[in-house]
């Protein structure tokens, strides 16, 4: 059984429990935005002085509290501007903030697909994904992870029975820290006449030459993805998430996705708090992810996101016991996270860290599977 770490609070890099202070290889702040002091000090300056850039009211809109679902009162400034700067961030007709990604994935495939629509989804795509198809009662298809060509095979087969057509993937991979290849997909969306949805949760910040994700590393491929959700909680720092796409696509979330409708709105200090990241804070947030490539390339790693596989629970559980009296705060995933017999330790690397840090890291797993196989 799982249960939940008493951990008291996090700094920096760090993570402290019981008094102690611990290495947190176990946190999705990609770019240790969400614990610098410095921004968070500058940022409630900026409330109480009422300064910024966008609106003399900056007080007054700061409320701990929405109250409502945002097509009741819990509408205000904060998000249409939030909003408008994403959209134009992409250059997209429009965007719409959501909660959690969760929250979005599961409102955006429920809002958009129903019944007689299909979709077409990786195998190992986030949980929310899945819990979004299940609830649009659209019928669905999995293609064998980052395969295409098994993807195309299913398209084949089935496309042409139906009148839409979604293609749903991660771009960089919770568990794996695997990329999907975005040209693939979009001749295959192209070629069938399938929408194409990107999930960017672990993708931007990390990646893009402006922070948006894997949809504009290499090659801009923003123009040609449908649906761009990003998740707002992990490398930036903050909470919740956007959704940007044609004008069309975000009216009819407006109007029919479940998670937006009939959710209270996230309180509008959140909203500033992004807007401030984003808008004031780019220049850092650009420096933060040079480090992060830096150090992953030092290690000549392909993402923040490193998988060590054991295989069996017990195993995994008792190699993160170890990591933990050595310092390194590195929590076991366990099935139904993942599939059976690949329980694992799911590395998370920040901008911070040092290469000191992980070679030490990477020292101690060596010795503890050295250890299980002798």
Not at 13 to 27: Q, R, T
Not at 168 to 176: A, G, K, R, W, Y
């Amino acid at each position: 059984m799982r249960k939940l770490t008493p951990t008291t609070h996090r700094q920096s890099i760090y993570i402290f429990e019981n008094g102690k202070k611990y290495i947190n290889f176990s946190s999705n702040d990609y770019l240790n935005l969400g614990t610098n002091e410095i921004l968070r000090k500058n940022f409630l300056e900026q409330i109480l002085a009422e300064k910024t850039p966008f609106t003399e009211n900056l007080f007054s809109e700061a409320l701990f509290s929405s109250s409502s679902a945002r097509l009741l009162s819990g509408n205000s400034a904060p998000y249409t501007r939030l909003e408008n700067f994403i959209a134009k961030w992409y250059e997209k007709e429009a965007a719409l903030c959501f909660n959690s990604g969760y929250h979005a994935n599961l409102g955006i495939i429920a809002g958009l697909m129903q019944k007689n629509d299909c979709i077409f989804s990786d195998k190992l795509n986030h949980n929310s994904i899945l819990a979004g198809i299940k609830q649009s009662n659209a019928d669905f298809f999995r293609y064998k992870h980052c395969d295409c060509s098994h993807l195309e095979d299913l398209l084949k087969k089935h496309r042409k029975e139906y009148k839409n057509a979604l293609i749903v993937s991660e771009s960089v991979f919770s568990m794996d820290g695997d990329s999907a290849s975005l040209a693939d997909l979009i001749f295959l969306k192209e070629k069938y006449d399938c929408t194409f949805m990107l999930d960017e949760a672990h993708g931007i910040g990390v990646l893009g030459r402006d922070a948006q994700g894997l949809c504009n590393e290499k090659e801009n491929f923003i123009p040609k993805i449908d649906i761009i959700m990003g998740a707002l909680g992990k490398a930036f720092g903050s909470q919740g998430a956007y959704c940007t796409a044609d004008k069309a696509i975000i009216d009819r979330l407006i109007n029919f996705a479940p998670t937006f409708i009939f959710s209270t709105a996230l309180p509008p200090i959140q909203i500033l708090w992004t807007e401030y990241l984003l808008t004031e804070c780019m220049g850092f947030i650009l420096q933060q992810q040079k480090k992060l490539k830096n150090l992953l390339q030092e290690f000549s790693l392909s993402s923040q996101i490193v998988p060590v596989i054991i295989g069996e629970n017990e195993d995994t559980v008792n190699i993160a016991n170890h990591l933990r009296e050595k310092g390194f705060f590195v929590l076991p995933v366990r099935p139904p996270t993942v599939p059976l017999h690949t329980a694992r330790l799911r590395l998370s690397l920040c901008a911070d860290m040092k290469p000191a840090q992980l070679a030490q890291l990477f020292s101690e797993l060596e010795a503890c599977k050295c250890s299980m196989n002798g």
